[in-house]
């Protein structure tokens, strides 16, 4: 069982809908994370969250709306994606800043019709 | 502009012989690296980790070693076995400053290995 968990698994939503994806750690880390991976290109930073404090946004369109409302639940809420938003999106958590590794959900792959 | 280079997508290996995945990086800030592992339809899943003050690292059959001069890194396994075969994931992190835990990822390097 794995410590971070991601619901839905697979995703597919039109261009007008709104939908969230959710992310629960069960670790008792500090930080949390968004991360996206499109076909043949590396794992992209979205978000980072320390202390349900949003400290890095990695230049993510708005369409794309975190929310961490404690330090063990994790949010990305998506509204008006485009095609190219499809990908693998997936949580991580982290017990905080230096020489910690983060522990990767399963991921959620969403597709955008 | 991509801060870590995992130049190899792929590598063959027979069963019982050593694999060796590469990484370069660029960022002279980054001073911890990481590897990981991930399969089909998971999430990637933390292999093995080093330190800048350090240039070997080994736990069982993997061994991450660092060459900071040539902004270099590696990881060994041996080894190699059948279930090792899945997408390794090269890391890296700079943790002064104010990242929290921001990694840079390369692109992958797909490792099979062969009965």
């Known amino acids: 069982e794995t410590g971070v968990t991601q619901t839905p698994r697979h995703l597919v939503m039109g261009m007008t809908n709104k939908k969230s994806l959710k992310c629960e750690q069960h670790l008792g880390h500090n930080a949390m994370y968004w991360y996206k991976q499109s076909a043949k290109k590396p794992l992209e930073l979205m978000f980072v969250y320390n202390f349900k404090e949003q400290t890095e946004n990695n230049s993510v369109p708005s369409r794309f709306s975190p929310e961490c409302p404690n330090s063990s639940h994790l949010f990305l809420h998506l509204h008006t994606l485009q095609p190219e938003d499809s990908a693998l999106y997936l949580c991580?958590?982290?017990?905080?800043?230096?020489?910690?590794?983060?522990?990767f959900g399963q991921g959620t792959r969403l597709t955008v019709v | 502009d991509q801060q870590v280079k995992q130049n190899s997508p792929s590598l063959s290996v027979q069963e019982g012989r050593i694999s060796i995945l590469n990484c370069d990086y660029t960022?002279?800030?980054?001073?911890?690296f990481l590897w990981y592992k991930k399969y089909p339809a998971e999430g990637p899943t933390f292999l093995i980790s080093i330190s800048s003050i350090k240039d070997k690292n080994e736990d069982g059959r993997f061994t991450v070693f660092l060459n900071k001069s040539a902004k270099h890194l590696s990881l060994h396994i041996v080894p190699s076995q059948p279930g090792d075969s899945a997408v390794y994931f090269c890391?890296?992190?700079?943790?002064?400053?104010?990242?929290?835990?921001?990694?840079?990822f390369g692109q992958g390097t797909i490792l099979t290995v062969h009965p």
């Open positions: 960022n002279s800030m980054f001073d911890y």
């Open positions: 890391a890296a992190s700079a943790t002064g400053g104010t990242s929290y835990g921001k990694l840079t």
């Open positions: 991580a958590s982290s017990r905080g800043r230096q020489n910690t590794e983060a522990f």
